[in-house]
């Protein structure tokens, strides 16, 4: 079974843990709705993306 041979040092160990934070979000405003969206994300309540239609735009129905 393998041990190890000395202790970790805790410079060593934080240098190992520095990949492991979680990064932030890039939520930007939306230029034609001004609803917060994620960059280089379509904007799903317009449809639109970089200024072009890509989807159709949700509608909300009446029941």
């Known amino acids: 079974m393998a041990v190890p041979k000395r ?3 805790p410079s ?3 240098m190992r843990r520095s ?3 979680l ?3 890039n939520i930007v ?3 034609d709705s001004g609803e917060p969206r994620l960059s ?3 904007d799903k309540s317009t449809g639109m993306y970089n200024g072009r239609q ?3 735009p949700k509608t ?3 029941d």
């Open 23 to 25: 990064s932030r979000l």
């Open 54 to 56: 890509i989807l159709k």
């Open 12 to 14: 060593k160990r934080n």
């Open 29 to 31: 405003e939306d230029k």
């Open 19 to 21: 990949h492991d934070s």
């Open 60 to 62: 909300k129905s009446k």
């Open 7 to 9: 202790k970790t040092s």
């Open 40 to 42: 280089h994300r379509i």
